[in-house]
């Protein structure tokens, strides 16, 4: 049974190992993780080495990539950037919201074409044989999950492209198969069983129609947010990956890994556009409420599927494409960092943040109109909305991926604020004294000495505000890791990820490791910082990857 795991503000924080704090003033100018160093008994699974992935838009794919003849090469830098690191490619999801609009035409000569009405608004898009040249295009060993058309209910269809990119990728390049977006939000009123009743089958008839004898589907991408308290019947009847699996959807055995979407704020209409500001995105409190809400899903799914089985299939910060001077800040970069641990720290295997462009099916009540997404990682084309550029929140993915490295054996504990007895984040109420603003996280490689004795990696992160604008000098935070370090006077690296503020938009003043990466590759020393001392000062608005 699980347990009541969502933040309850008068939950003591008695039973919560590794979150015990000494603070040396009201302001927690200093830190000192207490420990136990060991490994806890919360810590994760080996962690995916692909578990910063991501989700492109299929009418926008070849925007990202390019095709054969031109070839997108700061798209190709950029993913290259992040394989080099894990020695594994970032997992790509092909989907969003016009996959379920997009039709295969074997005769098409170009790779992708987008139908644009005269009011603007992009109808369909087809693809065409040389499409799959514009996928290989990624770096060599990417895996795709790639979305079928659910909402139009033609299921020739939806073969027909299965059967297209199983030919033209192949079984070793194709990881999964999702059939249909976001179906909890189709105008066809789906529930779980209905849903199931026409899924089930198509997964079944398509495994074999490829000779396909092995679970090759991700049930779900649904979008609507868990309901709270979770053990009620209106939350057990809410359509989702568990209500999915419970109606029959893996009676056919086809079923490998459950998704679900997540977009903490967004700008899709007015009511909720209010609240999505930077100030409210770039808290650790907010975020992990928002992320516990998936635990009982994640818990259930993992017992039926397996520990790698829920993936958040796409996310980003805020829905209807991001909102300016919010989604396109190095904030978002400390909240992508945050989220992306987090999620890991509750057992999501990987998580596919969403890039694409504006699209008036959305909602007509959204925020932006035209160009490309404000909360997409890069621009790899000129648009609307801005050049070709890299925004700072590329950069948490490097963090991320550097923080794995080419282990396949590092488990992960999220240290500080650390959890409740119920499973829950730490929150303010519960005792913790940053209120959302220190986020620690330690990584234990269990092929290393004494691995389960001291951790071998910690991230360090401060998301205290700081806008390059304020006036005052920029606050930081000692943090004494002494107690998780195997002797005294350990000599540590330090990697740090910073900018001048939580507000900066650009990715030449954002630095990882020292480097910028504004160009697509790496420019500048690489800075690794040394202390012996256990003392590491950590400034607002920014995080170090410290590591012996």
């Known amino acids: 049974m699980w347990f009541l795991f969502t933040v309850l503000p008068c939950v003591a924080l008695a039973s919560a190992k590794h979150a015990f704090v000494a603070r040396d003033d009201s302001a927690l100018s200093t830190l000192t993780l207490l420990g136990p160093a060991s490994l806890p008994t919360d810590a994760t699974p080996p962690l995916n080495p692909a578990l910063a992935s991501f989700s492109i838009e299929t009418a926008?794919?070849?925007?990202?990539?390019?095709?054969?003849?031109?070839?997108n090469k700061l798209s190709q830098n950029l993913f290259e950037n992040l394989k080099e690191r894990t020695g594994v490619p970032a997992e790509v999801r092909i989907g969003g919201i016009t996959a379920d609009s997009t039709f295969w035409d074997p005769n098409q000569e170009a790779a992708l074409y987008n139908f644009i009405d005269d009011t603007g608004t992009l109808r369909n898009t087809t693809l065409g044989p040389?499409?799959?040249?514009?996928?290989?295009?990624?770096?060599?060993?990417?895996?795709?999950?790639?979305?079928?058309?659910?909402?139009?209910?033609?299921?020739?269809?939806?073969?027909?492209?299965?059967?297209?990119?199983?030919?033209?990728l192949g079984s070793r390049q194709i990881s999964r198969f999702e059939i249909g977006n976001e179906p909890d939000q189709y105008y066809l009123d789906l529930d779980a069983q209905n849903y199931t009743a026409m899924w089930e089958p198509w997964t079944v008839n398509i495994s074999k129609a490829l000779g396909i004898g092995y679970p090759e589907f991700q049930v779900g991408a649904t979008a609507i947010d868990p309901l709270w308290p979770y053990n009620t019947p209106q939350a057990d009847a809410q359509f989702d990956c568990v209500s999915a699996l419970?109606?029959?959807?893996?009676?056919?055995?086809?079923?490998?890994?459950?998704?679900?979407?997540?977009?903490?704020?967004?700008?899709?209409?007015?009511?909720?556009?209010a609240v999505a500001t930077l100030t409210n995105l770039v808290n650790h409190t907010r975020l992990a409420e928002?992320?516990?809400?998936?635990?009982?899903?994640?818990?259930?799914?993992?017992?039926?599927?397996?520990?790698?089985?829920?993936?958040?299939?796409?996310?980003?910060?805020?829905?209807?494409?991001?909102?300016?001077?919010v989604s396109n800040t190095f904030g978002q970069a400390m909240w992508l960092l945050d989220t992306t641990l987090y999620a890991a720290s509750i057992n999501v295997s990987r998580v596919y943040v969403h890039q694409g462009g504006p699209l008036a099916l959305q909602s007509s009540t959204q925020l932006n109109h035209g160009g490309l997404s404000l909360y997409n990682l890069w621009y790899p084309v000129d648009n609307q909305n801005?050049?070709?550029?890299?925004?700072?929140?590329?950069?948490?993915?490097?963090?991320?991926?550097?923080?794995?490295?080419?282990?396949?054996?590092?488990?992960?504990?999220?240290i500080f604020p650390g959890r409740q007895a119920n499973g829950s984040s730490i929150t303010t109420a519960g005792g913790d004294p940053s209120a959302g603003q220190i986020s620690v996280y330690g990584l234990w490689d269990e092929k290393s000495a004494n691995s389960d004795?001291?951790?071998?990696?910690?991230?360090?992160?401060?998301?205290?505000?700081?806008?390059?604008?304020?006036?005052?000098?920029?606050?930081?935070?000692?943090?004494?890791?002494?107690?998780?370090?195997?002797?005294?006077?350990q000599e540590v690296m330090v990697k740090r990820l910073t900018a001048p503020g939580a507000d900066a938009m650009f990715a030449n003043?954002?630095?990882?490791?020292?480097?910028?990466?504004?160009?697509?590759?790496?420019?500048?020393?690489?800075?690794?910082?040394?202390?012996?001392?256990?003392q590491v000062v950590i400034e607002a608005s920014s995080a170090a990857l410290v590591y012996w």
């Not at 926008?60 to 070839?71: A, I, L, V």
Request: charged content about 15%.
């Open 453 to 489: 004795v001291y951790p071998s990696k910690l991230a360090l992160l401060n998301l205290e505000m700081y806008n390059q604008t304020d006036s005052y000098p920029r606050p930081n935070i000692t943090i004494d890791i002494s107690a998780y370090l195997p002797k005294k006077n």
């Open 246 to 273: 419970a109606a029959g959807a893996n009676d056919g055995h086809t079923v490998k890994t459950c998704s679900e979407h997540t977009y903490q704020y967004s700008v899709c209409d007015p009511t909720r556009a």
């Open 386 to 414: 801005g050049p070709i550029q890299v925004f700072p929140s590329y950069s948490a993915y490097l963090f991320v991926t550097e923080a794995i490295g080419h282990s396949t054996s590092l488990r992960l504990s999220n």
């Open 290 to 325: 928002y992320l516990d809400l998936w635990q009982p899903r994640i818990h259930s799914v993992r017992a039926q599927l397996g520990p790698d089985a829920f993936v958040i299939g796409e996310f980003n910060s805020v829905s209807c494409s991001g909102r300016n001077n």
């Open 60 to 71: 926008f794919f070849e925007e990202y990539m390019g095709n054969q003849s031109y070839p």
């Open 509 to 534: 003043v954002t630095t990882w490791a020292g480097q910028t990466f504004a160009s697509g590759v790496a420019e500048g020393n690489i800075v690794v910082e040394k202390i012996s001392d256990g």
């Open 130 to 168: 040389q499409f799959w040249n514009s996928v290989k295009l990624l770096p060599g060993g990417t895996k795709i999950v790639m979305t079928l058309d659910l909402e139009s209910l033609n299921y020739t269809g939806a073969l027909d492209m299965a059967e297209a990119a199983w030919k033209g």
